[in-house]
């Protein structure tokens, strides 16, 4: 449509928008304080009252391929709540998938990332239809991961092996650094800090949950680390979510079910199931 502005001084135009163009203005708007580190609350409304659409399989760039779903966990996620996926994994609510979509988006020039905690693979899915090509999925548990991951393209490869015991595989081989890396569990800031040091490329970023309080495993806040281990964005609730995930596996002072000193089966103890 055609609009007339009105200039009001050298350095602003008024412009009447349509009905149509305020909608998609305070879409807009609303988006932009999503990935901006304010994350204010229209941005929170928006992850509660917008509905959220499964990017096309395989897309990148908002070009889509004929490509199956690497895994169909993702369109489980549900607002505000966690799905079963199996005994040892949850479908996290899909407010978490948001926030990896709004912070973990891939420079031109990223190569790879790392899913640890990778679980039934909607998190891989998301890393993969942001455009991360090179993804590295680590969970100790592989019930859910071959419950709902179909295919595994080129370029995605899973470990089923605590993340502890990838660090030290890690160390032990050529050490390629990483673009990304994505924490699905509830950590202890020195663990996030000392991932965020030695896993990431200069110019990389770890996104995790991160216990509020040391040790404490029922309170996170989401924090955005760069490779100095410096944060760049954090925030404690999402939408009307609050930060809770499961307990890090391998912390000896691990609380609640999934914690292997609370399991009695010999594979729990050995964290790897």
């Not at 998609?24 to 409304?45: I, Q, T, V, Y």
Request: glycine content about 6%; overall charge positive.
């Amino acid at each position: 449509s055609q609009h007339k502005p009105k200039r009001l001084s050298h350095h602003l135009l008024i412009i009447t928008p349509t009905r149509e163009e305020r909608w998609r203005m305070r879409f807009f708007w609303s988006r932009r304080d999503l990935l901006s580190n304010g994350f204010c609350h229209a941005a929170a409304g928006l992850l509660l009252t917008t509905p959220w659409r499964q990017p096309a399989a395989g897309t990148v760039s908002g070009t889509a391929s004929s490509n199956p779903p690497l895994s169909t966990a993702l369109e489980k996620a549900e607002y505000t709540n966690s799905v079963i996926a199996s005994r040892d994994t949850n479908v996290s609510p899909r407010e978490v998938y948001d926030v990896i979509r709004a912070k973990c988006r891939p420079p031109a020039d990223a190569q790879r990332a790392l899913d640890l905690g990778a679980g039934a693979g909607a998190s891989t899915q998301m890393l993969w239809d942001l455009g991360w090509r090179n993804v590295v999925a680590v969970d100790p548990s592989r019930t859910a991961w071959e419950r709902f991951v179909e295919r595994a393209p080129d370029g995605v490869t899973f470990w089923h092996i605590s993340d502890d015991s990838f660090y030290e595989e890690w160390r032990r081989s050529d050490g390629s650094r990483f673009d990304l890396v994505v924490i699905n569990y509830a950590v202890n800031y020195d663990k996030a800090k000392r991932f965020a040091v030695e896993l990431l490329s200069p110019r990389g970023k770890l996104l995790a949950p991160v216990n509020i309080q040391t040790d404490y495993w029922f309170d996170q806040k989401y924090v955005l680390f760069d490779a100095a281990a410096r944060v760049e964005w954090e925030r404690a609730t999402i939408g009307q979510w609050g930060v809770l995930f499961q307990p890090d596996y391998t912390a000896s002072t691990c609380a609640g079910q999934w914690c292997p000193q609370l399991r009695a089966d010999p594979d729990a103890k050995s964290l790897r199931l």
